[in-house]
């Protein structure tokens, strides 16, 4: 079966940073795309980015762009999420996603999600 474990997530301070990793298996990785969503607490599962399935293109939500940068690795069947310039704001879990379409987002289309890590940033 798919599976997609994300890992790095912890406490951070403001404007510090935090590399995410999702290790997928069980699904054709070179053919899919992938991507990150986050949840703070009280609030929907929000978007904050995709990457095709030949990693020439990259989506950003505005809220992130500029300070997060997403990119995997073929033979590792791994995706990542470089987080710099940390705000409190960014503090929520944060899910891998595979199976999407990242033009139009539709979170209940996604295909398959990880379990989250947690993401916590101080002030």
């Known amino acids: 079966q798919v599976q997609l474990v994300e890992s790095g997530g912890g406490l951070v301070q403001a404007g510090g940073s935090l590399r995410l990793s999702c290790a997928a298996s069980?699904?054709?990785?070179?053919?899919?795309?992938m991507g990150w969503f986050r949840q703070a607490r009280g609030k929907e599962r929000e978007f904050v980015t995709a990457?095709?399935?030949?990693?020439?293109?990259?989506y950003y939500a505005d809220s992130v762009k500029g300070r997060f940068t997403i990119s995997r690795d073929t033979a590792k069947s791994t995706v990542y999420l470089q987080m710099n310039s940390l705000k409190p704001e960014d503090t929520a879990a944060y899910y891998c996603?595979?199976?999407?379409?990242?033009?139009?987002?539709?979170?209940?289309?996604?295909?398959?999600w990880g379990q989250g890590t947690q993401v916590t940033v101080s002030s």
């Open positions: 996603a595979a199976g999407f379409n990242p033009r139009t987002v539709v979170t209940g289309a996604v295909q398959y």
């Open positions: 069980g699904l054709t990785f070179s053919s899919t795309v």
């Open positions: 990457i095709s399935w030949n990693g020439i293109t990259t």
